[in-house]
């Protein structure tokens, strides 16, 4: 019973006073706004070198930004206690490390479907695509798997600002790569070989490919493959963050590292 | 004689401070470098001429990136540091003192400007030509200055804008699309235009376009400066409004 509330109330307090960028004041402009013009700037560079449809850089791009809340908010919500000096006492309780960083995930997922699904229905609305209305309940189902699979690898990138000192760098470097290698813009067929056999490793990748079908009428059970393979994916990034933030744990403790800033 | 010293020492020490750290330098040179990959392979498919128009904007996006972000943050970095009042209680203006910082900032853009033309160069095999060196290099300086000119202005624009670093980053997206870097302003609908001819890096833009193409003239070099230098004007005199009114309600360091 213990477990079940420090995952659930305990993950969304640490959520609330770790990640200060709910303030409407950040929230809006990074969340709201900064998606919506990253997508009109993807689709009028296709429109000017004739690529893709709109639609393409729609679906690419809101899914996309989802990574910015994910890895962002996981990023912040763990590695901030190092920065508010609070690390050390987290540690120092008996509280299963299981609860107490994955509960910290759910608040994060929320804000990346969230954001995510506002870009995608303001920036439709201002470019003028059309999805299938049949389409919007299973588009809805892979907006959340890529949000999942985008928070496993804020777990990761969490698990890393546990000795990087700096996390904002990092990220911003991790969402680059989302953005070149996941076929947010460019067509995975059209991305260098070893690009495209990496990519098939990243989270968004298949999301991406699966929204896209969705969006264009396929049905929910003709991408299902996809979207497994999202979740696989993302679920290997979040076991991976796990294993490396108690490696990390163990070794701050082994090398008096745990508040080195 | 001793403003120009204060513009000059500020600018190289800021310049010295910011290559120190990752996030204004490394990511300064990363973070265009990803869109201008995507860029890149966009218009691979056109003509070699769209692919240089692709790699001189995306060089360009560099500058302006390096600067909105950090920018909007740089009084909210001088109040964490706790030097914001000893620069304002300082004898230099404070125009004078913040001048060079966003100066320095749009400078580590030339890092990125760099890094994006090489990019292009060994991996999309862009290769740069400049036609009018002259009209290039006086087109280059004239954008990072009125870069720099632009992010004063946000600046102390924001001073009482606690968390202004996410607005300095929302204008990231907005002048890269707006000021014709990698979509030609034709594109957009007519009441865009009038939007992107106030700003300066879309004249700064052009000139570095028809420098390595060698088809302008010193037009578009002349009018980037002239706005860059209204910017700094209009800087100068709002932020002296902004400080005082800052100071009578006791606001200035509040974080």
Known sequence: MSSVRIF??????????????????????????????????????????????????????????????????????????????????????????????????????????????FAFVVGGL???????????????????????????????SAALGLRVRETATLNNIVFGLLLVFCGTNVPLRELPGWMSFLSQGMPLTHGIEAARKLATGHSLGSVGGLIGAELLVGASYGVAGYVLL??????SRRLATLETQ | MRNLRVLLLGWA???????????????????PGF??????????????????????GASVMGIWGATSTSAGAALQRERWHGTLELLVASPAPFSLVMLPVTLAMSTIGLYSMAATLLWGRLAFGISLHVAH????????????????????????????????????????????????????????????????????????????????????????????????????IIGALVVGRLLQAARERATLALT
């Open chain 1, 8 to 117: 659930f109330i305990g993950g969304a307090i640490a959520y609330r006073g770790l990640f200060n960028w709910l303030s409407p004041w950040i929230f809006v402009p990074t969340f709201l706004v900064a998606p919506v013009f990253q997508i009109l700037l993807f689709v009028y560079i296709g429109r000017s070198a004739h690529a893709q449809s709109d639609e393409f850089y729609v679906v690419g791009n809101a899914l996309q930004y989802a990574s910015i809340p994910c890895v962002f908010a996981m990023s912040n919500t763990i590695a901030g206690e190092r920065f508010q000096k609070t690390l050390g006492y987290i540690l120092a309780t008996p509280a299963g490390r299981l609860p107490l960083f994955l509960g910290r995930s759910l608040p994060v997922i929320a804000n990346g479907v969230f954001v995510s699904a």
């Open chain 1, 126 to 156: 201002i470019v003028g695509i059309h999805v299938p209305g049949s389409a919007v309940g299973s588009l809805g189902l892979v907006i959340v798997v890529c949000a999942a699979s985008c928070t496993g690898l804020g777990l990761l």
């Open chain 1, 246 to 251: 108690r490696f990390m744990e163990v070794q």
């Open chain 2, 13 to 31: 020490l800021h310049f010295k401070m910011l290559s120190r750290s990752s996030f204004n330098s490394v990511l300064a040179i990363l973070y």
């Open chain 2, 35 to 56: 869109f201008a990959t995507v860029a890149f392979f966009l218009y691979r498919e056109g003509s070699p001429h769209a692919l240089l128009y692709a790699s001189l």
């Open chain 2, 133 to 232: 060196p002259l009209l290039f290099g006086l087109a280059v300086v004239a954008t990072v200055m009125s870069i720099g000119m632009a992010g004063f202005l946000l600046a102390v624009t924001f001073v009482r804008y606690r968390t202004a670093w996410a607005l300095g980053n929302l204008l990231e997206y907005p002048v890269w699309l707006v000021c014709g870097f990698l979509v030609p302003i034709s594109l957009f609908p007519g009441w865009v235009r009038p939007i992107s001819w106030l700003l300066a890096p879309t004249w700064g833009m052009r000139a570095i376009r028809e420098g390595a193409t060698g088809s302008g003239s010193y037009v578009d070099v002349a009018v980037c400066a002239a706005i860059g230098a209204g910017y700094a």
